[in-house]
């Protein structure tokens, strides 16, 4: 089969993105206000947009880093585990860390990630995700702070991408295929 046609219908606009940004960033600020240096760790590649608008509107002294985990597709391997790619340059023993993930669907990659990530033994690790889809969720995992939820449908925009393209649209837009006869 060759590959399917799609259009993408905006579900969140660049200007309510913004928005939102600015008022997580407003709560992030005020809940690391008496923390030194807070480490802002990006999970690659999803959420490189979110991240450089999240900390640029944060008043903190921060630190940035990125890791990249696998991604265990459409495996359907019950413990759908993940392995790191592309790993932390710094430490974060004993630092405060804020882990910021472009969506948590089912949450497997989010519980695998804080697992191997407290191996480490931060002082504490918080969740910033821009999309929540709750009611995908099959492991017990939650955001301290969500951008917006959203109901199951496969979006792309503001870093997020299908099949590695419309990671650069500024807006948030859900895929819907078209049928071709
Ligand atoms: P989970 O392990 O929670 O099921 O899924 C986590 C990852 O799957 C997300 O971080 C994201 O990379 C990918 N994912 C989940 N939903 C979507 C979606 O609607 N669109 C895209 N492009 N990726 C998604
Ligand atoms: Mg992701
Ligand atoms: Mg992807």
């Not at 990006?42 to 991240?51: A, K, N, T, V």
């Not at 918080?126 to 979006?155: H, M, N, Q, T, Y």
Request: net charge negative.
């Amino acid at each position: 089969m060759t590959a399917k046609n799609y259009v993408i219908d905006e579900l969140i606009s660049a200007k309510a993105i913004a928005a939102r940004v600015e008022a997580l960033a407003r709560e992030i600020s005020e809940f690391y206000s008496d923390t030194e240096k807070l480490v802002v760790v990006g999970l690659l590649r999803g959420s490189f947009i979110f991240i450089a608008d999240l900390v640029r509107e944060l008043d903190l002294p921060v630190e940035v880093d990125f890791l990249e985990v696998s991604s265990y597709g459409n495996s359907t391997e019950s413990s759908r585990e993940v392995r790191i790619l592309k790993d932390l340059r710094g430490e974060i023993e004993h630092r405060d860390v804020l882990l910021v993930e472009d969506i948590v669907d089912t949450g497997y990659t989010l519980s695998h990630v804080l697992d191997i990530l407290n191996t480490r033994h931060p002082k504490r690790i918080e969740v910033c995700a821009l999309l929540d889809k709750p009611s995908r969720r099959e492991v017990d995992v939650k955001a301290r702070w969500i951008g917006f939820e959203i109901p199951d449908k496969f979006v792309v925009g503001y870093g997020i991408d299908y099949a590695q393209r419309n990671r650069n649209l500024p807006h948030i837009g859900a895929v819907r295929f078209i049928d071709q006869d």
